[in-house]
């Protein structure tokens, strides 16, 4: 089951991570910002984990465990298989609802040249989705 408002999305891993003796599986994720994969692109994460990385900046929240310790790392060693695929998924549902958001509420006028309004509505959307 997955909750969460239209910038995050929550939801609970099946097994786990654990750190410091505790199993973690409620996690909060939000979309990866430009910033996120520009932090992640100049680590010394290596490219096939860029993915991993990307996740890890963009977890709100996983259990208990503090922020700046929900890294690359972590994950790697401690997230199995299925959970980041439970995770990938989130991401892509959050993805899709911020995008049917956007769309249900972003109509604008645009002019048909630029220096002039037609008065027909056209929908525009500021976020970039990668």
């Keep these: ?10 939801g609970i891993l099946e097994i786990g991570v654990e750190y410091e003796g505790k199993v973690h599986r409620d996690f909060t ?11 992640v692109g ?11 990385a990307l996740m890890a900046a963009s977890l709100v929240s996983l259990g208990t465990i503090p922020k ?13 298989g299925e959970d980041f695929g439970l995770i990938l998924k989130a991401h892509e549902d959050l993805k899709k609802k911020r995008k049917a958001l956007n769309e249900s509420t972003a109509t604008s006028p645009m002019p048909a040249s630029g220096s002039e309004s037609t008065g027909i509505a ?7 989705v990668l």
């Excluded at 994720?29 to 932090?39: K, M, N, Q």
């Design 42 to 52: 100049g680590s010394d994460v290596p490219d096939a984990g860029f993915r991993v």
């Design 1 to 10: 089951m997955m909750t969460g408002n239209e910038k995050t999305l929550s």
């Design 122 to 128: 056209t929908k525009t959307s500021a976020l970039l």
């Design 68 to 80: 700046g310790a929900i890294t690359y790392e972590l994950l790697c060693e401690e997230l199995c």
């Design 29 to 39: 994720l939000r979309l990866p910002t430009v910033g996120d994969e520009i932090d």
